[in-house]
C-alpha cells in the first residue's frame, strides 16, 4: 500500500526521540581521544640527537633541523622548526626516531589566525651561532 | 508557431550537490537535459608526479588523499603493488590487520554515499543515520591507526602499529551496531515510496555497456554482473573468508542505492571471520630499510570501494618511482555520466550523479 514505507520510516525516527543525543556539545565538552591520536608533535629535546632521520623520512619536507658540534665534536640539537602549513600528519617522522624523542600528542585545534603562528617551533636555543657554528642536518 | 531555445546552466564547481569541485555544463531543452559536458579538473594535485619525487615509503601518505572515504584500500594496492615487484611475504597477522581496516574502511565509504544519496534528493534524516553509523567506523579506525580519515597506516612489508589493546572487543561490541544502524537505513530509506519512484529504472546500465565503459566494483554488479576482485581474483587474505557477493538487477540508480546496503552487511561478515581467525605473530616482513625495488613494472589491482583500483609502478632501481599511475575507479565511473544524463529531466541529474558514487579527490587525482 502506499504511504506504509513512509510509516515505517516514521516509526523509525520516533524510536529515536527516548534515545540519547548521538552529538556531543563540542566546546563545551570533548570527546576522549585514543593514544595513537594523530594530533601536534611534542618533542622531547633531551632526547633528541639530531641526526635528522625525521626530516629525511617527511615526505613534505616539514621538518628542518638544527644542529651544532660542540667542544667533544659531537652534533647536538639547536632549534627543530616544522612548518605545520604542510604537514600531512602520517607520523612517518614519530616512527623514524630511534630515541622517541618525537612523539604525537592530543592537542587538535591548531587553526591559527596569523599565518605565521602556524610554524611550531618545538625547540630553540638562544645562541645558536657559538662555537663551530650553526649546521643544518 | 512557439519557439523554443536551448539553454545551458552551469552547474558547480562550487555547489552543495556536486560532492566537491565538480563542474558540469548542462544544455537543457525544457527540463530534458540534451547535452552535458563534465568539467573536472579542480582538484588536481598531480599526485602521480609527486610521486615520482617521493621514495616509495613517502607516497603512502599521498595514496590516502586520492579516495579520502575509503582510503584504506588505497593504501593497500599501493603497498601490495610494490611487494609484488620485490617480492615481499607479508606476515599472516599483518594480512589480517590489513583485511579488517580496509573492510573498515569500506564500510565508511558506503556510509558516505547512502547519506550524500540521501541528502541530495533532499533528505536530511536519510543523511544522519548513516553518518552515525559511520561514526562507530570512524572511531574504530582512529583507535587503530591515529587519525579519522588519510590514515597512512599501511607500510611496504605489513602495517604500523599492531592492533591495540581492547580493539578486537570494542570491534565486536560496534559490528552489531553497525548491522543494526544498517536496519534502519534500509526501513527508513528503502521503503520510502518518493525515494523508489525517484531512483527505480533511472539511469539504467545494462552488463555489456557497463563493461565496455570500464565500469568494476559495486556499480557494475548493481547491473547483474557477479565480479568481484576479492572473490574472483583473491588477493591479501580474501580467500579464507565466505561472503557472499550481492548483485542487482537492472543496473538503475536503486540497484545502486541498495547494493551498497547489501554491501556493509558482507564486509561486516569478513571482519567478524578475520577477528576470529587473526594469528598471533610479527606485522611487519623483513624489509630493508632502503626500499630499492629491482627495475622493472608493475600493475596490481584492488577492490576499492568504489571499484577496481589499480596502480602501475615502473622501478628504475633507484628510492623513488619512475612512474607512477593510478587507475582510479572514481575517474571511470564518471566517464559514462554524459551518456546517463542525456534525455533525463534537470531534477534526476542530482541522482544520477550520486548514484555513481564518485568521489573528487579520485577523479582528478
Not at chain 2, 119 to 145: A, N, Q
Amino acid at each position: 500500500m502506499n504511504g506504509m514505507g513512509l510509516l515505517k520510516g516514521l516509526a523509525i525516527t520516533f524510536k529515536e526521540l527516548w534515545k540519547k543525543p548521538v552529538t556531543l556539545e563540542y566546546p563545551e565538552k570533548k570527546e576522549k581521544l585514543p593514544p595513537r591520536f594523530h594530533g601536534s608533535f611534542t618533542l622531547y629535546s633531551e632526547k633528541c640527537i639530531a641526526c635528522g632521520l625525521c626530516q629525511q623520512a617527511c615526505p613534505n619536507k616539514v621538518i628542518k633541523v638544527g644542529s651544532i658540534k660542540d667542544e667533544n665534536n659531537k652534533r647536538k640539537l639547536a632549534s627543530y622548526e616544522m612548518e605545520m602549513k604542510y604537514c600531512l600528519f602520517c607520523g612517518l617522522c614519530v616512527e623514524a626516531c630511534p630515541t622517541n624523542a618525537l612523539v604525537f600528542n592530543q592537542e587538535y585545534e591548531l587553526a591559527k589566525y596569523n599565518v605565521e603562528d602556524i610554524k611550531l617551533t618545538l625547540f630553540k636555543k638562544e645562541q645558536i651561532t657559538t662555537g663551530e657554528g650553526s649546521e643544518n642536518v | 508557431m512557439l519557439k523554443t531555445q536551448e539553454i545551458s546552466i552551469n552547474v558547480g564547481p562550487q555547489h552543495p550537490s556536486t560532492h566537491g569541485v565538480f563542474r558540469i555544463v548542462l544544455k537543457l531543452d525544457g527540463e530534458t537535459i540534451v547535452d552535458a559536458e563534465p568539467v573536472v579538473g579542480y582538484l588536481h594535485r598531480g599526485i602521480e608526479k609527486l610521486a615520482e619525487d617521493r621514495t616509495y615509503t613517502q607516497v603512502i601518505p599521498y595514496t590516502d588523499r586520492m579516495d579520502y572515504l575509503g582510503a584504506m584500500s588505497y593504501n593497500l594496492g599501493y603497498v601490495q603493488a610494490i611487494e609484488k615487484l620485490m617480492g615481499i611475504e607479508v606476515p599472516e597477522r599483518a594480512e589480517f590487520i590489513r583485511v579488517i581496516a580496509t573492510e573498515l574502511s569500506r564500510i565508511a565509504s558506503h556510509h558516505v554515499f547512502l547519506a550524500s544519496m540521501c541528502l541530495d534528493m533532499g533528505s536530511y534524516t536519510g543523511w544522519m543515520y548513516p553518518f552515525r553509523d559511520r561514526e562507530l567506523v570512524l572511531e574504530l579506525l582512529e583507535m587503530l591507526t591515529g587519525s579519522r580519515m588519510t590514515f597512512s597506516f599501511m607500510r611496504i612489508g605489513g602495517v604500523a602499529d599492531d592492533l591495540p589493546e581492547g580493539f578486537i572487543e570494542k570491534t565486536k561490541q560496534y559490528l552489531p551496531k553497525i548491522l543494526e544502524g544498517v536496519d534502519e537505513e534500509e526501513g527508513l530509506i528503502a521503503g520510502n515510496e518518493i525515494f523508489i519512484a525517484r531512483t527505480k529504472g533511472l539511469a539504467t546500465v545494462s552488463v555489456e555497456k557497463a563493461l565496455a565503459w570500464g565500469w568494476g566494483g559495486a556499480n557494475l554488479r548493481a547491473s547483474g554482473y557477479k565480479f568481484d576482485l576479492r572473490k574472483n581474483r583473491p588477493y591479501s587474505v580474501y580467500d579464507r573468508f565466505e561472503f557472499d557477493i550481492p548483485t542487482g538487477a537492472n543496473g538503475d540508480c536503486w540497484d545502486r542505492f541498495y547494493l551498497r546496503l547489501a554491501e556493509i552487511r558482507q564486509s561486516v561478515k569478513i571482519i567478524e571471520q578475520a577477528l576470529e581467525m587473526i594469528p598471533e605473530g610479527p606485522i611487519m616482513a623483513k624489509v630493508p630499510k632502503v626500499i630499492k625495488p629491482p627495475v622493472g613494472e608493475v600493475y596490481h589491482e584492488v577492490e576499492a570501494p568504489k571499484g577496481i583500483l589499480g596502480y602501475y609502478v615502473v622501478s628504475d632501481g633507484s628510492t623513488k618511482p619512475y612512474r607512477m599511475h593510478v587507475r582510479r575507479p572514481s575517474f571511470i565511473n564518471i566517464g559514462m555520466l554524459k551518456e546517463l544524463l542525456i534525455g533525463t529531466k534537470l531534477a534526476d541529474f542530482i541522482t544520477i550523479f550520486a548514484s555513481i558514487d564518485v568521489v573528487l579527490g579520485d577523479v582528478d587525482c
